[in-house]
Nanobody
């Protein structure tokens, strides 16, 4: 069974940090671009960041630039989202998604949910004092 599983969500104070993980089972992530999205109730799913299959190309939403860092370890079959200087407006369910793709995908499809083939179930991030 092909699955993506997110972990690392938690309750954290403003200014704090979290690292989210996206692990794959049933397939290797080596050939897939990975995107991170987030969603709050009543709003559309928002693209946060993505990384190409090789890890050589990344993209970030303006709202998280300079605070979030996406990375991948293909040996571990996992992708990570390091989130620093967290703000209350970062509160959401965070999802990872996979699609075959490299540099071109990151440039053109990164923040388009319909471009992705597999999705995880999400992990809750709450930023509150």
């Amino acid at each position: 069974q092909l699955q993506l599983v997110e972990s690392g969500g938690d309750l954290v104070q403003p200014g704090g940090s979290l690292r989210l993980s996206c692990a794959a089972s049933g397939f290797t992530l080596n050939y897939y671009a990975i995107g991170w999205f987030r969603q709050v109730p009543g709003k559309e799913r928002e693209g946060v960041s993505c990384i190409s299959s090789s890890g050589g190309s990344t993209k970030y939403a303006d709202s998280v630039k300079g605070r979030f860092t996406i990375s991948r370890d293909n040996r571990e079959n996992a992708v990570y989202l390091q989130m620093d200087s967290l703000k209350p407006e970062d509160t959401a369910i965070y999802y990872c998604a996979a699609a075959p793709g490299g540099f071109s995908f990151v440039q053109n499809m990164c923040f388009r949910p319909r471009g992705y083939n597999f999705w995880g179930q999400g992990t809750q991030v709450t930023v509150s004092s």
